[in-house]
Structures are given as C-alpha cells and as structure tokens.
C-alpha cells in the first residue's frame, strides 16, 4: 500500500487548510486511518484517527479545530483556525486494524508527509 499526502502550505494564522491522503494499490478497507504531525526538533504526534465504521477521535490539542473524515480510497484533515503551534509534517497513516490507531506503533504503513507552516 503507498499512501500520498496532499494539500499542506503556507497559511496566515486563523486560516484553514484542507489534508488529503491517497491509497494506491487498493481501498482503505475496514483498517483504521489517521493523521500524525511531527514538528521541527519534536517527536511525531498523534493528531487525529478515524475507523472505517466513521468513529473518531482527536488529540486534545486539536479536538473542535480538526475534522477528519475518510472515503473509499481517500482520507481528509480539515484543519481550521490554525494557529503556528500547528507547523509541521503531517503524516497519513493506515493501520492493520478495524480500531482507532492512536500510537506509532499501531501504524503499519505511512505516507511521506505534507508539509504546513502557519504563520503569525
């Protein structure tokens, strides 16, 4: 499975970008997806996971500002009023499961990252 993220940028504070993640090779399936960011000179975090029956759930530091939601073949971050403490990579992931991947180690394939810088 590959895995292709979209839709980062360059955007002022309060503005709002829209993530895409692709599969190729074949569907999501019933797996469980979700959205990873890592900032310069930190860990990567877990942000945002959805199961393929549409459950959510959300890293506190994004819950009411994120929206993540998922189709066939393709995954979505609505990210709205962000803010610079939300500049990072940003990582697609898929896991091998029907639950909510919220660990690095529940994910078994990553996509490369898309890039979004806020600015103040």
């Known amino acids: 499975v590959q895995l292709q993220a979209s839709g980062g940028g360059l955007v002022q504070a309060g503005g709002s970008l829209r993530l895409s993640c692709a599969a190729s090779?074949?569907?999501?399936?019933?797996?469980?997806l979700a959205w990873f960011r890592q900032a310069p000179g930190k860990e990567r975090e877990f942000v945002a996971a959805?199961?393929?029956?549409?459950n959510t759930y959300y890293a506190d530091s994004v819950k009411g500002q994120f929206t993540i939601s998922r189709a066939t073949s393709t995954m979505y971050l609505q990210m709205n009023g962000l803010t610079p403490v939300d500049t990072a990579i940003y990582y697609c992931a898929l896991s091998m499961t029907n639950g909510l991947p919220t660990a690095l180690s529940e994910v078994a394939y990553w996509g490369q990252g898309t890039q979004v810088t806020v600015s103040s």
């Open positions: 959805i199961n393929w029956s549409g």
């Open positions: 090779g074949r569907t999501f399936g019933r797996y469980g």
